[in-house]
């Protein structure tokens, strides 16, 4: 189940918050969540509920011998033992398959290759699990003495599939104690309610045209038929690559909005995950703001507890393209996702050593490149086998003899042209700056234009998101698979 489908809209979430808002006690309203978010997990696999449950349970022990010998080698010894548990289970479901594969590859060994199912969140609650025990060993948490309380934060089912990667000691007093103000509440349905429709009214269009360019309308079962992706006009080429930059973008932002604002619904307030990284004036720049809650755990559970910037240069190059190396690995198990993550160490140490000065670009030239190479990263992330990708990127600029127009490329092109407009502004703060003026001003006239757009545009937002899912069964979750 996802968000944005049609059981989740009409039947589930409908039905929690109806639950919800019936129960009093703030451990009856726990309660309602907990049974929701089992429901929500078990719908795809029903049986790694077990595995969430058995993980959430070891660490929950753990993390109560931690606390117990703080400050001693116990203590240390306990979280080693956490990390080795949930790392292990992360490496097995996730990268046993690719590991078997590879190693397949050049001993032989295994004759028979487990196909492991990939339990659905288990990179997000990991991290969530991980993040908990370290901040009880640093004494910045009390262990929770109660299970189903770290089990409500660990399985929350709003951001159990996508995130963000919500920090224990960031909720940790609302699953004792919280209340929801109408200003929340207000505020977490428009939050939903835009970021439904920037899914299915956006996103979900920009896949189609990345399916119609780049995959079933010319290579068939994405890329059997190379000698057609060569001759893919290099216009189809654009258009499919800059419909990727621009679908992952709003599918995980969107999922990210809707997850934010359902936990302000029931008086949860997680972080920003996104803050339009596609204007970025750095490489830099743009990890400060894509999928921030990532980047921040890297950031404080690896890259500084290794010594960060602080042992001298090469520990500092050998401390990034540990991270990167382990970013790259996050978001997937395959070499394109590794090779994606060292891409991006090679350009941040750029930044860093080598040309310092390619952050005091002018901001247009800045821009300019920070998007070039975040363009070029999206296609090594998209594209598994590497002479796809290597094909695309040549038939971007008409080297692989393909001509760079076709009738059906500007065709196509101009009958989306606008559509594509509104998508890239929808990847700039345009919108919500407008928004907040009109709902900000004083002026008679605005104050009644921003009341009637506070009430109708979340409904509006929601009647045609709606409709759509109704006449279209094409609703993908690209981080789904992390």
């Known amino acids: 189940m996802v968000f944005s489908s049609l059981v989740f809209l009409c039947v589930f979430f409908p039905l929690q918050m109806l639950l919800y808002s019936l129960v009093r006690s703030i451990e009856a309203k726990n309660t309602v969540l907990i049974l929701f978010s089992l429901v929500f997990y078990a719908w795809g696999e029903p049986f790694y509920v077990l595995l969430l449950l058995g993980m959430t349970f070891a660490d929950w022990l753990i993390s109560q011998g931690i606390y117990r010998y703080r400050g001693t080698g116990k203590s240390k010894a306990f979280l080693v033992l956490g990390c080795i548990v949930d790392l292990g289970l992360l490496s097995f479901f996730k990268y046993g398959t690719f590991f078997c594969t590879n190693l397949q590859r050049f001993t032989g060994f295994p004759a028979v290759i487990p196909q492991i199912a990939l339990p659905i969140g288990i990179s997000f609650y990991t991290f ?30 709003h951001q159990c599939i996508a995130g963000p990667i919500v920090r224990y000691q960031d909720v940790s007093e609302e699953i004792l104690s919280r209340k929801v103000e109408e200003s929340d509440l207000r505020t977490g349905i428009n939050r939903f309610a835009s970021g439904l429709a920037k899914k299915v009214l956006l996103a979900n269009v920009c896949g189609k045209l990345v399916s119609l360019t780049l995959l079933d309308g010319l290579t068939e079962n994405r890329g059997v038929n190379l000698a057609a992706l060569e001759k893919t006009p290099a216009l189809l080429l654009w258009l499919g690559a800059i419909c990727y930059m621009l679908q992952i973008y709003l599918d995980f932002s969107a999922y990210s909005d809707m997850a934010i604002g359902m936990g302000l619904m ?215 698979q992390f």
């Not at 699990?129 to 109660?146: G, I, T």
């Not at 990890?287 to 602080?310: A, C, E, K, Q, T």
């Open 128 to 157: 969530q699990l991980l993040s908990y025990l370290v901040d009880v060993y640093r004494q910045q948490v009390p262990a929770q003495k109660q299970f189903r309380r770290l089990f409500l934060y660990v399985s929350l089912f």
């Open 266 to 480: 029931v008086g949860f307030h997680y972080k920003e995950n996104f803050d339009y990284p596609y204007l970025s004036q750095s490489i830099t720049d743009f990890w400060r703001r894509w999928h921030m809650s990532l980047s921040s755990f890297f950031r404080d559970y690896v890259y500084i507890p290794l010594g960060g910037n602080r042992k001298g240069t090469l520990r500092t190059v050998l401390n990034l393209f540990i991270v990167w190396l382990l970013t790259g690995m996050w978001h997937g198990a395959g070499w394109n996702f590794i090779l994606w993550g060292l891409y991006y160490f090679f350009f941040l140490f750029l930044e860093k050593f080598l040309i310092p000065g390619l952050q005091k670009l002018p901001r247009v030239f800045a821009h300019l490149y920070t998007l070039a190479v975040v363009f070029f990263g999206w296609i090594l992330f998209y594209f598994e086998d590497f002479t796809q990708a290597l094909i695309v990127v040549k038939g971007l600029f008409c080297l692989n003899g393909n001509s760079f127009t076709s009738f059906e490329s500007v065709n196509m092109v101009l009958n989306y042209c606008f559509f594509l407009l509104v998508a890239i502004l929808a990847c700039t703060p345009l919108a919500r700056l407008l928004y907040h003026r009109i709902c900000s001003s004083t002026q008679k006239g605005a104050v009644v234009l921003g009341t009637a757009m506070e009430w109708i545009l979340p409904v509006l937002a929601l009647v045609l998101s709606v409709s759509f899912l109704v006449g279209d069964a094409y609703d993908p979750f690209l981080y789904l």
